[in-house]
């Protein structure tokens, strides 16, 4: 068997995985009522097989697992880490959300990410203590929130805990009862100032109210940059068919289950004006670069690997 170094970081072992989850829609995931159980699968990709590796779950966004997902995979491979592609959609009978949020509440990405985590800690390959998440655009969302505690206590992962949080340009604009307080492990978010599909500006307040309270949160936004900046497909810019961009509309839970839109004080709906209806995507190769840098430093020093 060829070492790591003699492979320059291509999948030695390529396993698909199927695991058991469950599919709530958001106001029953606040609740804690019961969903229905699911069962989807995953992509692991190992960098070899003779060892127990760090491992980085990768969580999709609405257009399910693209390019980009694919893309970080490659790149967590180039330092000996191992990828874990959840695949959201395909299991539940979902193409894509992009047009229609409602087929799959992004709350219950969470639970995957939990039931992930809880599936890859017990494989022979992977070292429990050294496996983060990480999620794109809804999937984004799924994981900055997945670090909230009063999640964790509901639905949380019982064999593992994720050494970090590694959000992609996620949805900010709901403040959750609670969300201040989160796990003890580091969030660190990656966002386009340019982004009109998912707003930067939420991000930055929802990161000022985790450091007043202490969290180990940082944000790096780079100027200029869209959503999904880091898919090469996009290139220069594509205009979104048909999206529901919510990105810009203030919620809160104001009581468990019950998420308001601030500007008119009611139940948020979908139909709400502040929903919009006209996104761009682009590829930006400069923002890209430095948040591969910036990763692979981060995933070194949490993980104990060289870059």
């Not at 979908?270 to 929903?275: G, L, T």
Request: with cysteine; hydrophobic share 40%; glycine share 8%.
């Amino acid at each position: 068997m060829a070492s790591l170094d003699q492979t320059h970081g291509l999948t030695i072992r390529t396993e698909i995985h199927p695991f058991d989850t469950t599919t709530l829609t958001d106001k029953a995931f606040l609740t804690g009522a019961p969903g229905t159980p699911a069962r989807i699968a995953a992509e692991l990709r190992l960098p070899g097989d003779l060892d127990r590796y760090p491992a980085v779950i990768l969580n999709h966004g609405s257009g399910g697992v693209t390019a980009n997902v694919d893309y970080w995979a490659r790149q967590l491979h180039a330092i000996g880490v191992a990828a874990f592609l959840v695949d959201c959609f395909t299991g539940r009978g979902i193409a894509e959300t992009v047009t229609d949020q409602t087929r799959l509440g992004a709350l219950t990405m969470i639970i995957d990410a939990y039931r992930a985590l809880d599936h890859l800690a017990g494989h022979r390959n992977i070292d429990p203590n050294r496996i983060a998440l990480m999620g794109f655009s809804k999937g984004g969302f799924a994981t900055i929130y997945a670090a909230m505690t009063r999640f964790q206590k509901m639905y949380g992962p019982t064999k593992a805990k994720f050494a970090a949080y590694i959000p992609f340009y996620p949805a900010c604009s709901t403040r959750y009862l609670e969300d201040e307080i989160t796990v003890d492990a580091p969030i660190r978010i990656f966002h386009g100032s340019a982004d009109d599909y998912v707003p930067v500006d939420p991000c930055r307040k929802y990161v000022a109210r985790l450091r007043a309270a202490g969290r180990n949160v940082e944000l790096t936004e780079f100027p200029g940059a869209h959503h999904v900046f880091d898919n090469p497909l996009y290139m220069p810019f594509v205009d979104v068919a048909n999206p529901l961009v919510a990105g810009f509309c203030e919620r809160e839970e104001r009581a468990p289950g019950e998420i308001i839109n601030v500007a008119t004080g009611k139940p948020f709906t979908w139909s709400d004006p502040c929903v919009r209806h006209k996104a761009t995507v682009g590829y930006d190769p400069a923002a890209t670069a430095q948040s591969i840098e910036m990763l692979k430093l981060f995933l070194a020093t949490i993980f104990k690997v060289a870059v």
